[in-house]
Nanobody, 119 residues
Framework: QVQLVESGGGLVQAGGSLRLSCAAS????????MGWYRQAPGSQRELVAA???????NYTDSVKGRFSISRDNAKNTVYLQMNSLKPEDTAVYYC?????????????WGQGTQVTVSS
């Protein structure tokens, strides 16, 4: 059973930075697509950024140029560097791990970490 443990959330002023980390247990990290999602109160969960096993990345338009996703396969960890934070970035941020191995599919979520950006 894979466990994802997020850290790095907190309260920051607008314009500030935070770095989220997500450490994964298990043996499928290197073949997984890792993603960061967020959910603000009253809103649906949305994909913020994702990185494939090859290192290809994609971002939602609202964070392009401000956020950067990266991974360290040796540490089974994915990161989300968030710069120039805005109040609208306030949300609970969730780490997601998705993989396929043979005929089996895997999809795991972390517990979430709160990011609050004050104006």
């Amino acid at each position: 059973q894979v466990q994802l443990v997020e850290s790095g959330g907190g309260l920051v002023q607008a314009g500030g930075s935070l770095r989220l980390s997500c450490a994964a247990s298990g043996s499928i990290f290197s073949i997984s697509v890792m993603g960061w999602y967020r959910q603000a109160p009253g809103s649906q969960r949305e994909l913020v950024a994702a990185i494939t096993s090859r290192g290809d990345t994609n971002y939602t338009d609202s964070v392009k140029g401000r956020f950067s996703i990266s991974r360290d396969n040796a540490k089974n960890t994915v990161y989300l560097q968030m710069n120039s934070l805005k109040p609208e970035d306030t949300a609970v941020y969730y780490c997601n791990q998705a993989a396929r191995r043979g005929s089996s599919g895997y999809d795991y979520w972390g517990q979430g970490t709160q990011v609050t950006v004050s104006s």
